[in-house]
């Protein structure tokens, strides 16, 4: 059984993968960009938790972060189409199911990257906050 952190990752990870760009999670930037656009889930920090003691709950503000990136003459509007979708996604459900009291996105920090021989890539982390809670800090 899978324990919530993990549940609420592949949850978030499912819904990325419901966009037109290509959703990894945990994997390297491959050599070709998607027409599409690119996003990379990195499980982040569940930082330190409040805690309650009754009952005992657990209580995360668990930063996952998405890496988005796009390749192409047109990456502007490619990037801003892109990040819009992410938080259309994320805005359609809150609480991804019920398994979180909260999901929001911040602010993306987009950064122009050449690459040698081939158009620029635009690309930003862009961190979810996953606010959820659990009785078990490793289940």
Known sequence: MA????????VLHARLSALPATALRSEVLPERVPAEGLLILRDGEPGEPEVTLSP???????????????QGADR??????????????????RTLGGLCDWVEAEAPRPADLPIEGAASLKAAVIPVVLHYSTADPLG
Request: a negative charge; hydrophobic letters at 45%; charged letters at 20%.
């Open 3 to 10: 324990t919530p952190r993990e549940t609420i990752l592949t």
């Open 56 to 70: 005992l709950a657990y209580h995360y503000q668990h930063r996952a972060e998405i890496e988005a990136v796009v």
């Open 76 to 93: 502007d509007a490619a990037f801003d189409t892109l990040t819009a979708s992410i938080g259309s996604a994320l805005a359609t459900d």
